[in-house]
């Protein structure tokens, strides 16, 4: 007799009247007194043995009657023993963990134990050789109420899939075929290596008898042949109980079988999700009649749709991550976009977010791609805490306070499970005394959440002193948790809307009402505006404050200024300014122009308690806005990054405290940490010194706020490329490029040898320059001492952030260096006519560089933003729309001088 006890295969099906079916098929010749055994126990003391004798069906059926169903909310699983016998010998032995289901298609829906399937996925590269990371990778993935794993270059291993098996996770296991008839040569037609496809396809399915296996699929990216299909067939008659699924569904001819899955990837979050679109065809053209700008082609399946590959992280835009690492945190609307709209399409069966964890370089053509939501040491990234949001299946749909009483809407997203296992906690304590409200409108009372799946319900809850503890801008924190081990199944900050309304007084020492601001002084190239407490000091001549004070100690150090981030604006030049009485405050009046761009209006209002409400207004435009580029997937919607108003902060001030409107705070040191970091929606941020004095910010949650560091004090740290003190040697070209250089300007060579030198006088140095694919390789030295070699040729994981023809990136950081001892160094820049891997030109580009020094005091300009975007988020990311400088229109916030000891709120 000839048996492969590899190919045991056991199948849990439809549950019949003796109980849930248990199928093991075999392959082999086998005699007359041939018999299987099976010996199935569970957790709970569940035991059954039965034995059959076969025939030459080559299967057999058991019957287990009283299991319970395995599901990814509750992974149920019993120990199964099958052995195939002939007379006393045994032929084959299979031992395994086996979870019992029911698994069928029903029109547009994959139907789990009869009930729909709404996928929360994540892509996942396994690094096989790291068990344990492996493990903590799932265990996160858990936590962030992830119910799907889609693996991505190859399958996934047997013990994986154990995993997935006693933790709940559905998965789609691909073989080992990527880019096969495009990147990778054209075989799937040759019948010679016919075998070559079948054999990892063979070895997949062996490997893969889980119960957490849902989707068999052959592959990505690669184009359809014969020997395909010959796998699909295989797989098909193997296991015909499974859907599969290519990732190129549009390549296979419209005579043959279709997959049972139709896979759709980077589709925009504004496009139906339940369309069987071709992803061959799905990019951004000219023309295209529809508001995405997306040229599609479609075909008319019934299948279910499943977004393989939706909404990517932000590594592919590497610059804005730089420049505001606010964009990983933005990028968690796009996925709670996707995640929503998904949720409620019927047909469409969820979705994948790419990717489960950040490359370590390993895998070719990778490199180290930070495409994840945890890093390469399996720890949580921004990205993490935004998906685990998205996907929390206690979802909060609306919320009300009335008193004190709070009424939250709360949906069910579980599949399989009743709310009434989360605890609802409101600021950290629990509620146990509840108002629900049932589908027919009636209440009743109740000590916990009783939502059905997929269910609504409204509940009301008394919160003594709620009125008083949720003031405007104050935020209430609500959390469902389990009843069983503590998992967190959703949170949320709502936050009490106000109106602005700045603190009376000036501090401890100034009680009461604060003394009236007045005109104090008027020279001839001077405007003075005060009180005992707070000095304004303005210059006629560029008609912009020259420095705010507190009790003498200077906080201000510059402005207002307009803040376009992305649209260069020329040099300031100042027209009026004026200076008006309004009761106790004082009105200013600055007109102006950047040359050659825009001229702008800045009103601001002087408060005696500290408080410049800063409005500014653009009267003319000399320049058009951005305009809308072609990504490769997806659009730009032009405009720009950043649209809001600034001021110069003194130096001396060393801490900055944000809160947002979600209730993440932060904290840092201005002298120790990257104050280039953003914080959207803010409710509270407070810059001071050792003293407490210092500036705030105050918003309603609408407003952005970024710190950044500006030479303004000293502009002669600033050398621009055309400075004199760059010396060039060789064949250098000057190019004017005003899209994002400073100052519309660089210098760049392709000559092996040509050298850039810069002597200075201080303790640091900063370089910077532009990437583009004409760039390649320089050598830096400092001090006569190679320091670096460095390259300008942008990294291939930015190119899905890319549009051909707009691949430059401005303003790098080509290198730097900190605390050299005061006094003269000297930096060199050399050609080395050499490209870097990938690329074929060999320029090296200098922009400008900035010295460090107790010569150059450096100060922080503050940006306060009323608008922002991110334009190079592609492949279906959500986008915010163009944030553009429009004439006539007035945008306005609002800072305060803290003279020391006090705190802003809003009431």
Not at 8 to 20: F, I, R
Not at 297 to 307: F, G, R
Not at 380 to 399: C, G, W
Request: glycine share 10%; proline share 5%.
């Amino acid at each position: 007799m000839e048996i492969n006890k590899n190919l045991l295969w056991l199948e849990t099906g439809e549950k019949g009247e003796k109980g849930m079916a248990l199928t093991v098929r075999f392959t082999g010749r086998i005699g007359e007194s041939a018999g299987m055994g099976l010996l199935l126990t569970g957790p709970d003391g569940y035991r059954l043995e039965q034995k059959l004798f076969l025939t030459e069906e080559k299967e057999a059926v058991f019957f287990c009657p009283g299991v319970n169903l395995w599901d990814p909310e509750h992974p149920f699983l019993y120990h199964a023993a099958v052995t195939l016998e002939c007379g006393e010998k045994i032929l084959a032995v299979r031992e395994e963990n086996i979870g019992f289901r029911t698994l069928e298609k029903a029109g547009k829906e994959l139907l789990w134990n009869h009930t729909p399937l709404k996928l929360r996925g994540i892509c996942y590269r396994e690094r096989k050789e790291d068990r344990e990371g492996t493990k903590k990778d799932l265990e996160l993935f858990a936590a962030a109420h992830i119910n799907f794993l889609r693996s991505i270059y190859g399958p996934f291993s047997g013990y994986l899939l154990q995993l997935c098996d006693e933790m709940g996770f559905l998965a789609e296991d691909t073989a080992p075929f990527y880019e096969v008839g495009q990147e990778k040569p054209a075989l799937q037609d040759l019948p010679h290596c016919r075998e070559e496809f079948l054999k990892p396809v063979k070895r997949m399915l062996e490997d893969g008898c889980h119960v957490s296996v849902l989707i068999w699929s052959l592959g990505h990216d690669c184009a359809w042949g014969a020997n395909f299909r010959a796998a699909a067939e295989w797989i098909r008659v193997q296991d015909p109980l499974r859907p599969l699924t290519f990732h190129l569904p549009m390549s296979i001819p419209e005579e043959e079988e279709q997959m049972d899955i139709w896979p759709v990837h980077y589709i925009d979050w504004r496009q139906p999700f339940d369309v069987c679109f071709d992803q061959m065809v799905i990019f951004h053209t000219p023309g295209a009649e529809n508001e995405i700008g997306y040229m599609t082609a479609q075909a008319d399946y019934e299948v279910p749709v499943l977004h393989e590959v939706w909404s990517p992280v932000a590594c592919h835009n590497r610059d804005e991550i730089l420049h505001d690492p606010a964009v990983r945190r933005f990028w968690g609307e796009s996925i709670s976009r996707f995640w929503e709209k998904a949720y409620r399409t019927s047909g469409c069966l969820g979705g994948a977010v790419l990717a489960g964890t950040d490359e370590d370089g390993r895998f070719e053509g990778m490199g180290k791609y930070e495409w994840g939501i945890l890093d390469r040491e399996h720890k949580p990234k921004p990205e993490y805490r935004e998906l685990r949001k998205a996907y929390a299946p206690a979802a909060v749909l609306s919320s009300r306070l009335e008193g004190e009483e709070l009424t939250l809407e709360v949906e069910n997203r579980f599949l399989f499970t009743d709310l009434s296992v989360c605890r609802l906690f409101v600021n950290n304590r629990e509620v146990r005394d509840m108002l629900v409200q049932g589908k027919n409108g009636s209440e009743r009372r109740t000590d916990g959440l009783t939502g059905e799946p997929g269910g609504r319900q409204k509940v009301t809850v008394r919160l003594p002193g709620a009125g008083k503890q949720t003031a405007a801008g104050e935020r209430m924190e609500i959390r469902f948790e389990s009843r069983d081990n503590g998992r967190c199944y959703g949170e949320y900050s709502l936050i009490r809307r106000g109106e602005r309304k700045a603190e009376e007084g000036s501090g401890p020492e100034n009680k009461g009402k604060a003394e009236a601001f007045s005109i104090r002084q008027q020279e001839e190239d001077t405007l003075l505006i005060g009180n005992r407490i707070f000095t304004f000091l303005f210059s006629r001549k560029d008609c912009l404050l020259r420095e705010a004070s507190i009790k003498g100690r200077r906080v201000l150090a510059g402005g207002p200024m307009l803040n376009c981030t992305g649209f260069l604006p020329g040099d300031w030049k100042g027209k009026t300014i004026d200076a008006k009485q309004d009761g106790e405050k004082v009105l200013v009046t600055i007109t102006g122009s950047y040359e050659g761009t825009i001229d702008v209006r800045f009103l601001l209002t002087l408060s005696p308690d500290g408080t410049i409400d800063t409005s500014y207004e653009v009267l003319r435009l000399y320049r058009h806005m951005p305009h809308k580029v072609k990504a490769q997937i997806g659009i730009s919607p032009g405009g720009l990054l950043e649209k809001g108003g600034s001021w110069l902060l003194a130096e001396g001030l060393e801490t900055f405290c944000c809160t947002d409107a979600e209730g993440a705070k932060a904290r840092m040191s201005l002298a120790a940490d990257a104050p280039w970091q953003s914080w959207h929606h803010i409710c509270e941020a407070v810059i001071t010194d050792q003293k407490g004095l210092g500036v705030a910010v105050y918003s309603d949650g609408s407003d952005s706020v970024r710190l950044q560091k500006d030479p303004m004090l000293s502009p002669e740290a600033v050398v621009n490329d055309r400075d004199g003190r760059m010396h060039f040697t060789g064949d250098w070209h000057r190019m004017e490029d005003a899209c994002g250089n400073y100052r519309g300007t660089e210098t760049l060579s392709r000559k092996k040898g040509d050298c850039m030198h810069l002597s200075f006088m201080g303790t640091g140095i900063r370089l910077y320059g532009p990437l583009d694919i004409n760039y390649g390789m320089c050598r830096i030295c400092l001090d006569g001492q190679e320091a670096e070699i460095a390259g300008q040729y942008p990294d291939k994981v930015d190119f899905p952030g890319m549009s051909r023809g707009y691949e430059k990136r401005y303003g790098v950081l080509l290198f730097e260096a900190h605390g050299l001892p005061e006094g003269e160094h000297s930096l060199t820049v050399t050609v080395l006519g050499e490209a870097q891997e990938g690329a074929q030109n060999t320029y090296t580009s200098i922009d400008y560089a900035v010295v460090e020094g107790i010569r150059y005091p450096e100060g922080i300009r503050l940006h306060v933003n009323q608008d922002y975007n991110y334009p190079r988020l592609v492949r279906g990311c959500y986008m915010r729309p163009a944030a553009e400088l429009v004439p006539g229109r007035k945008e306005t916030f609002r800072i305060r001088l803290l003279s020391g000891g006090e705190k802003g709120e809003w009431k």
